[in-house]
């Protein structure tokens, strides 16, 4: 099990090097990136099978196959350290099962990357990597971490963080701190620390890059009540509010970016 650079070449550690340079088979989520990686580092190219999560069981029955032979083989993933909300588990249960042995060899972990720059780490965290794509289960979710007194690290693509930021609004409160890392240790990186109402203002349009997000952990708060933003905006417009005016006092109650409460009242208006 080898860690690759999520994005820095320099990452790599000596000993990942090694491991590349003289495995007998590579097994990796994109063979293609993969390679692109071994010509960067100017290693020989290597034989290399693809595994990926919707094939991870018939894969790992081939790589078994081959571990079982004699050979050795090396588990990358896209960037970062493999099996940590990447496809893993499953050859190492048969790994283990069949008594083969498994080395890992550390580096890169977009988890403990993000940990190290949030204010709110230094102990026990819990990491829940990517939440459901759909926005109901996706706040559901994030309901169960308002009282969770651990930071949680979780990951986000691209094209739904902005969603994501808005639900954690919604469900956790604008004044609740989160550390957000974009691109981390590549040339365009990015750190910031601050309320999610703030960092979901700031990130309404979305942005390129992948995402780690540490949300600080919760207090106990019993009286909490999650509201549903899109029904809350539906009873201020009902109640005779502009859509503008709706926005701003559903802003002022949840923390959710006006501008994004501006457009969905429209819609809602009609």
């Known amino acids: 099990m080898v860690a690759t650079p999520l994005g820095n070449l320099s990452d790599l550690s000596p000993r990942a090097r090694e491991a590349l340079a003289t495995a007998d088979t590579i097994a990796a989520e994109d063979t293609r990136r993969t390679g692109n990686l071994l010509r960067a580092l100017g290693l020989p190219k290597k034989p290399m099978l693809s595994y990926f999560a919707p094939k991870e069981h018939e894969k790992a029955r081939v790589i078994l196959d081959r571990l079982e032979s004699g050979q050795t083989v090396v588990l990358v993933t896209d960037g970062g350290t493999p099996g940590i909300s990447d496809p893993g588990s499953v050859l190492m249960r048969g790994a283990h099962d069949a008594g083969i042995c498994v080395e890992p060899i550390p580096g890169p972990s977009a988890v403990a990357l993000a940990l190290s720059v949030s204010s709110a780490a230094g102990g026990a965290f819990v990491f829940e990597g990517f939440l459901p794509v759909k926005g109901g289960p996706r706040r559901k979710r994030l309901a169960d971490f308002l009282d969770e007194p651990r930071p949680v690290v979780l990951y986000e693509a691209p094209h739904r963080i902005a969603a994501l930021l808005t639900d954690a609004v919604a469900v956790l409160g604008g004044t609740r701190r989160a550390t957000l890392v974009r691109e981390g240790t ?85």
């Open 186 to 270: 590549k040339a365009f990186e990015e750190v910031v620390e601050a309320p999610l109402g703030e960092l979901a203002e700031r990130f309404a349009e979305g942005a390129r890059g992948e995402f780690v997000l540490v949300l600080e952990g919760g207090t106990e708060a019993r009286d909490h009540v999650t509201l549903d933003v899109a029904a809350v905006l539906q009873l201020a417009l009902r109640a005779g509010l502009s859509p503008s005016q709706a926005a701003r006092e559903v802003a002022e109650l949840t923390g959710v970016p006006r501008s994004r409460l501006t457009r969905r009242a429209r819609e809602l208006g009609g």
